[in-house]
């Protein structure tokens, strides 16, 4: 697997690809869920009992940001399918939905858009904000085995 | 002439009778409202009492909904530190402003929270609301039944907030609170303004003391 990573990432594009993806998305997610706050200042903080959510964003944004690289590799270099890079791309936006909406500003748009139905879609993306994320990171994890997977195998490296 | 005065006299204390018993039959549940009040460009006149001393010259005015477990962070993070150091010590006051719009039960919750008012309790019960908040948002935790076990809970006389809430006595006011929050461009809750002697400042969102604490020493 560390073959496979160093392989791919040995092209700086995908480094840069890789930061690309993994600061904004970490920063917006951490800004939707109300752990950073830039008005009036910039200031940063983790409420108690918040940690975990924390820390799952950490990690959807960790592995979207490997995952979607190396989907990338595979179609630029190899010419693959695109069929693996939709379960990566899935993954991060199903881990970024989840609780970015709740009582925040983007909750409250699709509230006032939607009616109804856009306070049970919110109800049910912050009511089941946790799970949610764990299956984001379940997706981009199997995305990750699979195209790890693949790649050896496309790529003939040796583990 | 005698017979006419006593007359009158009979009439005037009738009518100031009938006065005096219609203001003691409703006074249990009379709205206890300053249509006047203003804080900062915010009309507050339906929002809750004021905490605090109501001559501070800081009010901190929060719109929030009792589902929303931003409002229950900022509840048990942020805002001990603040009662602490402004509400109880007279240099800020606040007033909660409801902003009910993230499920079918927060419309209720904050209801309730006034039928308690008519009871004198609207902060206790405030209190018990953020404190037995449940992660589900209409999971059921602020539902009808539970609002009034909650009533029981503080002692309230439980046939005047079964009344009240089973009326809709205050649909209302949450909306009009509602508006006031939508109007002045909050986006989300908690929201809060800062109103001080010489304007007023936005936050957004479940924002740590420090930053409080930045803008009120500002203003004080």
Redo the contacts between chains.
Sequence with gaps: MVQTIKFVFSNFKYIGLSFAIFIPMLIGLLILS?YI?Y???L?S?L????EFGFALIVIISFLSALVIPMNIYRINILKSSKQKMSGGVFGSIIGAAAGAC????V???V??TFGSVG?TA??FL??YEIPIRIFAIAILAITYYTTVKSLKLECKINS | MNKKGIIIGVVVLAVIAGIAASFSSSSSESVNLDMERMHGTISTAMGSPILGDPDAPITIVEFGDYQCHQCYNWFHNTKPAITRDYLDTGKANLVFVDMAFLGRDSPKAAQASYCAEDQEMYWEYHEVLYNYQEDKIDGGWANTERLKAFALSLGLDMELFESCLDSGKYSKRVQYNTQQAREHGVRGTPGFFIVGPDGQQQIGGAQPFSVFKQILDQMI
Excluded: D, K, M
């Excluded at chain 1, 409420?47 to 918040?50: A, D, N, R, V």
């Excluded at chain 1, 709740?102 to 500003?105: E, H, I, K, T």
């Design positions: 109300e706050f008005e009036p200042y200031v903080h409420p108690e009992g918040t709740s009582c925040g500003p909750g409250f748009a509230i006032s306070a919110t109800a912050t009511n």
